[in-house]
Nanobody, 121 residues
C-alpha cells in the first residue's frame, strides 16, 4: 500500500542538471518528512536533503548546499530534488524516504527503490 517511487535519474555531464522526483502514495503526505539519500558503491549512505511536507522547512548536506534544492508539491504528493552544477562525486543511487515529521529525516519508515545518477567528467 505504501509506496515511494523515484524517477528522473540518468547520465549527465559534469556541470549539468537533473531533477529527481519522489512520488508518494498510501500514507498521509503532510504528516511526514521526506528525505533524499544517496549511496555510492563501497561508501556509506549519506543524507542529502530533507523537507517537512507540513511546514516546508529544509535541510541540506554541506556537500550539496548551493547546488541542490528540495521542494514539495503537496497536491501531487511529490517531492523534488533539483540538482544543479553536478559533479562526478555526486554519482550514486539516490533514494527518497519518508518518516515522522518530528524526526527531521533521521528516522524513516518507508524507502523508495532508488534511481541511478551518473555524472561524467
Amino acid at each position: 500500500e505504501v509506496q515511494l517511487v523515484e524517477s528522473g535519474g540518468g547520465l549527465v555531464q559534469a556541470g549539468g542538471s537533473l531533477r529527481l522526483s519522489c512520488a508518494a502514495s498510501g500514507f498521509t503526505f503532510d504528516d511526514y518528512a521526506i528525505g533524499w539519500f544517496r549511496q555510492a558503491p563501497g561508501k556509506e549512505r549519506e543524507g542529502v536533503s530533507c523537507i517537512s511536507s507540513s511546514d516546508g522547512s529544509t535541510y541540506y548536506a554541506d556537500s550539496v548546499k548551493g547546488r541542490f534544492t528540495i521542494s514539495s508539491d503537496n497536491a501531487k504528493n511529490t517531492v523534488y530534488l533539483q540538482m544543479n552544477s553536478l559533479k562526478p562525486e555526486d554519482t550514486a543511487v539516490y533514494y527518497c524516504a519518508a518518516g515522522p515529521v518530528g524526526w527531521y529525516c533521521l528516522a524513516n519508515d518507508y524507502w523508495g527503490q532508488g534511481t541511478q545518477v551518473t555524472v561524467s567528467s
